[in-house]
């Protein structure tokens, strides 16, 4: 059952537009949420997190915006660039102890079109 | 990231033979983790180490096996390899406190 979904495999935008991505949790026990970028052949890299006691947080381009009556998050750049063409990964963690796992969605491809 | 090293980068093995995958890392984090990614499954969490001689399973541990006998060092074996162990295996580390990981870049590796 996936805990973390991401329904959109993709994503299409002109450069300089709004690009927002979205995820969705089943898991009421997560309580801090994260998106990765990656791109072709390298690792995930931390883009922007939010705790569960948040509703919004901002990092330059980059906005988180939690919803947790509707288990709902999404990641909002503005204005889009082409160097954020990437795959996007939204992960969760819980109240798990020290082990503190994350669980991945299944990711969004974003091509910003110049 | 400098921090963590993956090896190898690529590799390619023939069904029914063992395989053993190495995460370095030079940043004295506790936690380490291995994930695979896959189209449509994005990145499933397959063991996890919380210390030296501690691990535990993920979502996907059947046919893997790890191992960690020093803080820097997260070995993962796939005992007897498959075709659906054909994927891309990303170890990542975490440091106490913290929620985010980061990653290596990752090993491709085909069973044929």
């Known amino acids: 059952d996936q805990q973390v979904k991401q329904n959109s495999p993709s994503l299409s935008v002109q450069e300089g537009r709004i690009s927002i991505l979205n995820c969705d949790y089943t898991n009421s026990m997560f309580d801090y949420f994260l998106w990765y970028k990656k791109y072709p052949a390298e690792g995930p890299t931390f883009l922007i997190s939010i705790s569960s006691i948040k509703d919004k947080n901002e990092d330059g381009r980059f906005t988180v915006f939690l919803n947790k009556s509707a288990k709902h998050l999404s990641l909002h750049i503005v204005p889009s660039q082409p160097g954020d063409s990437a795959v996007y990964f939204c992960a969760a963690s819980g109240r798990g102890g020290a082990t503190n796992k994350l669980i991945f969605g299944t990711g969004t491809l974003l091509a910003v079109q110049p | 990231d400098a921090g963590i090293t993956q090896s190898p980068r690529h590799k390619v093995t023939e069904t029914g033979t063992p395989v053993t995958l190495r995460c370095h890392q030079t940043e004295n984090h506790r936690y380490m983790y291995w994930y695979r990614q896959d189209p449509g499954h994005g990145l499933r969490l397959i063991h996890y180490s919380y210390g030296v001689k501690d691990t535990d399973k993920g979502e996907v541990s059947d046919g893997y096996s790890v191992s960690r006998s020093k803080t820097e060092d997260f070995l993962l074996t796939l005992e007897s390899a498959t075709s659906s162990q054909t994927s891309v295996y990303f170890c990542?580390?975490?440091?106490?406190?913290?929620?985010?990981?980061?990653f290596g870049s990752g090993t491709r590796l085909t069973v044929v």
């Open positions: 990542a580390t975490r440091e106490t406190g913290n929620h985010g990981y980061t």
